[in-house]
């Protein structure tokens, strides 16, 4: 069965305290991964999008790399407005389902 | 500015009463979504459509029924039918099976 797992659920950092979220994932024939910010009571952002292990997006901040295995979203010296929910995403072969994780709840305090 | 709209924001309903959600994008995308999110959960899917005039049941569509008359537009009835339907509603489209996708802001919806 195809599955998300996000960790950790929630994660609390000091402004400038840079670290990583995961995304581990189990799909049949991996077709795309991506990361989207979700702010409180608003629809998700796209964020980024990764097609193949080894490649590796960047936004400000925000760094997303991924293996055959898991994808990292880098933070780099948060500021508080980086927090968010951030949600991963897998698409696998078919291309029209997409299976979310539950995502990581960021916290960065000034 | 193109983009994805829902309506309304928040919607109150009672018991028994079926409601229906409006989704409309103006992307020219041709595959459109709904999902249900609560609390703590990640999205879950509750009905896709690839092309006008077709549409696919997702994880939890009982209780839940869509049209896609248009290309546009992808209206969500939740009915008297499924039995816990407070939750935050999201749409979403895409350009096609590998792209990533685009979510509108969300509706509300408080059953009592």
């Known amino acids: 069965e195809d599955q998300v797992t996000q960790s950790p659920e929630a994660l609390r950092l000091q402004e400038g305290e840079s670290s990583s979220l995961n995304c581990s994932y189990t799909?049949?024939?991996?077709?795309?991964l991506f990361w989207y910010r979700q702010d409180p009571g608003k629809g998700p952002e796209f964020l980024f999008t990764?097609?193949?292990a080894g490649e590796e997006k960047e936004k400000e901040r925000l760094k997303a790399t991924l293996t055959k295995k898991e994808s990292f979203l880098h933070i780099t010296a948060p500021k508080p407005e980086d927090s968010a929910t951030y949600l991963c995403?897998?698409?696998?072969?078919?291309?029209?389902?997409?299976?979310f994780g539950a995502g990581t709840r960021l916290f960065v305090k000034a | 500015d193109g983009g994805i709209t829902q309506s309304p924001k928040y919607l109150f309903r009672k018991e028994g009463q079926n409601v229906t959600l409006s989704c409309e994008q103006n992307?020219?995308?041709?595959?459109m979504y709904w999902y249900r999110q609560d609390p703590g959960q990640g999205l879950r899917l509750i009905y896709y459509?690839?092309?006008?005039?077709?549409?696919q049941k997702g994880d939890i569509a009982e209780g839940y029924s869509v049209s896609r008359e248009k290309k546009e537009s992808f209206p969500l009835t939740v009915t008297s039918a499924q039995k816990n339907p407070t939750a935050f509603y999201l749409c979403?489209?895409?350009?096609?099976?590998?792209?990533?996708?685009?979510f509108g802001p969300g509706t509300r919806l408080t059953v009592t």
């Open positions: 979403a489209s895409k350009k096609g099976p590998f792209y990533e996708q685009y």
């Open positions: 799909v049949s024939g991996l077709r795309g």
């Open positions: 990764l097609y193949s």
């Open positions: 995403a897998v698409q696998a072969v078919g291309g029209f389902k997409t299976i």
């Open positions: 992307l020219n995308h041709d595959a």
């Open positions: 459509s690839q092309i006008v005039n077709d549409f």
